[in-house]
């Protein structure tokens, strides 16, 4: 018997933040829901190329959640070890 296909994904704020959020998925949210974009910039899992985007394409509260992580990347002398930031409200 064939199983019928799961139902779409409710693409929410947790949803864009989840490290375990695929990538195709998150990829999604950032080229179609720009209400969420600035909740993939706090996704441990965003890669710098899909940072690059998110800058370049913006969206709401997106410049403010760049800067938030950029600045907590150099108190933390962080490189590319992007650390999640979970006490910050975007």
């Known amino acids: 018997m064939v199983e019928p296909p799961a139902p779409p994904i409710e693409l929410t704020p947790l949803v864009a933040c989840s490290a375990d959020t695929a990538q195709d998925v998150l990829w999604h949210i950032a080229e179609y829901a720009p209400q969420l974009r ?4 706090a996704n441990p899992s965003a890669t710098p190329a899909m940072l ?13 959640a760049l800067r938030i ?11 590319s070890d992007q650390p ?7």
């Open 38 to 41: 600035k909740w993939l910039v």
């Open 52 to 64: 690059e985007y998110l800058a370049q394409v913006g969206g709401p509260g997106v410049p403010e």
């Open 69 to 79: 992580l950029l600045k907590s990347l150099e108190m933390n002398g962080s490189g």
């Open 84 to 90: 999640f930031i979970a006490s910050t409200a975007l």
